[in-house]
């Protein structure tokens, strides 16, 4: 155990930062947790469909079911993880979905053995009726492995921002934030230069359809990643790579000078659990649910439908050499939203110079106002295609950039109102709130971009897929200052929920 948190000891000593091995492992996480999202979409149009005779209808209700499931598992994740306590819950959140990833290479052979077939060309060679019924059982295998990710996935950021609170002070809970949720970004990055080779190379030699190998090597990841959090992972306090002054560090709100009585009232409060459906009369739970609702879908449409955006309007392979050139540089512009989660404390530490004070929220506030006007961009991401295919991807990664920035800071509102006790719980709210946008906006483009390319439907001097992704482009440019304005207005300013 680190030694008991003294002033004096912590003057004299020399800090420790194990609390940013603890980021690092956040990252490797939440990195692989966007891989295993990535392997389908980079999959599905050049490998998948062509097996399976899927349209973008049926991606639409793979995408959305996998967004509802997590919607709902997020609720009761945060609820798991509070109550299963960080260490344990990660441990099973992340063993769940890398299963889960690793199961969705068995669809092909289940689909298969279901209807009789003996090898994959009696899939790509059928036709008719029969096409139609491998799109349907095939459909139904890859929404039970999907489920299963989502199960486990859902457990990734409540568990993630519940230990940033244990391993960082307020002041720097959303820089931290910003680290490891550009996993996010970083996942998708290296993504399109691994799965797309890897499903070529297995492929080639001729293990399946090339596809099932991306899943189980990807998938796998999460297993590795467990080991080391069961070596490294302990609170603060019990840790003995964490000394005196980095515990102090830490537990620096704790320690404020206020009276013992006030003290001991307010870890009374960080201590004290929030019944479950009690989080829902305080608006500060309503704030967090439309800013996730809101905003959640978009960068969800950006990630599951960006490859076949590439394809559809392109002409574009996401294994050829500029497809994957265009993922990469996508969510390498994306990559910029490390430093969003730095600007709260900027506003903060620039007006303490000045001899201003400002709470935390009130500068996440100011600097997710920002945030929301970046993404109005994707206003012209469409009409701008005409010109240089690279100008909507670069458009797309700056609203990205945007988004993981707006997301690492209402992730850290959570931590600046609710009780530690209840941080998990708040975040699988939002969680849940944002999956239910994202269902909404991947279930619809599946439908809208089947009815466009069908009828050559026409929007803005547009036609046809161009025309349906232009509308939805249209819906993620605005939808971050509505978020912003609801939060304003259920939340005007900071106030931190105490529990008697």
Not at 161 to 187: L, M, Q
Request: glycine share 8%; net charge neutral.
């Amino acid at each position: 155990m680190a030694a008991a948190t003294s002033p004096l000891a912590a003057a004299n000593q020399k800090m420790t930062n194990f609390r940013w091995t603890i980021c690092a492992l956040l990252f490797l996480a939440t990195t692989v947790n966007y891989m295993d999202r990535q392997v389908l979409s980079l999959t599905w149009k050049e490998f998948i469909s062509p097996e399976f005779h899927w349209t973008d209808a049926n991606y639409g209700v793979i995408t959305a079911v996998f967004s509802i499931v997590y919607a709902v598992a997020n609720l009761l994740a945060g609820r798991f993880i509070d109550w299963m306590g960080t260490k344990k819950g990660y441990l099973w959140a992340i063993g769940v979905w890398s299963a889960g990833a690793c199961l969705h290479a068995v669809c092909g052979v289940a689909t298969e053995a279901t209807l009789g077939l003996h090898n994959v060309s009696g899939l790509v060679k059928a036709t008719g009726d029969m096409a139609m019924t491998i799109a349907t059982v095939s459909v139904y295998f890859f929404l039970a492995a999907r489920t299963i990710l989502a199960l486990g996935e859902a457990g990734n950021f409540p568990a993630a921002i519940k230990v940033t609170a244990e391993y960082f002070p307020k002041r720097d809970r959303a820089y931290a934030t910003s680290i490891f949720n550009a996993g996010s970004a970083v996942g998708a990055l290296i993504a399109p230069f691994t799965i797309g080779p890897l499903a070529k190379f297995f492929q080639s030699i001729g293990w399946g359809n090339g596809w099932e190998m991306a899943f189980i090597i990807i998938g796998a990841l999460g297993f590795v990643w467990m080991g080391f959090w069961v070596v490294l992972y302990k609170k603060p306090a019990e840790n003995p790579r964490v000394n005196t002054a980095e515990l102090a560090y830490i537990e620096q709100d704790d320690d404020a000078d206020e009276p013992a009585k006030e003290k001991a009232e307010v870890e009374d409060s960080e201590t004290a659990t929030i019944p479950f459906f009690k989080c829902f009369k305080y608006p500060q739970t309503w704030a967090v649910f439309f800013g996730k609702f809101l905003t959640d879908g978009v960068w969800w449409f950006f990630l599951f439908w960006t490859p076949a955006y590439i394809t559809d309007v392109f002409k574009l392979s996401t294994s050829s050499g500029e497809g994957m050139l265009m993922i990469f540089v996508l969510y390498l512009i994306t990559m910029l939203s490390i430093y969003g989660g730095k600007l709260p404390t900027i506003f903060i530490d620039r007006a303490a110079r000045k001899g201003i004070e400002i709470n935390p929220y009130a500068a996440r506030m100011k600097a997710m106002l920002i945030f929301a006007v970046f993404p109005l961009l994707a206003l012209l991401a469409q009409p701008l295609s005409s010109l240089s295919p690279w100008l909507p991807i670069i458009i797309i990664g700056v609203a990205g950039a945007a988004h993981q920035s707006w997301s690492a800071n209402i992730y850290s509102v959570v931590g600046d109102m609710f009780p530690k006790s209840t941080i998990a719980t708040i975040i699988g709210i939002g969680g849940m709130a944002g999956g239910i946008g994202s269902f909404l906006i991947n279930f619809c483009s599946g439908i809208l971009f089947d009815y466009a390319a069908q009828t050559n439907m026409s929007f803005m001097s547009f036609e046809g897929k161009p025309a349906g992704y232009f509308i939805v482009f249209c819906v993620c440019g605005v939808a971050y200052l509505l978020g912003w304005v609801i939060m304003k207005l259920l939340v005007p300013r900071y106030k931190k929920i105490e529990v008697a």
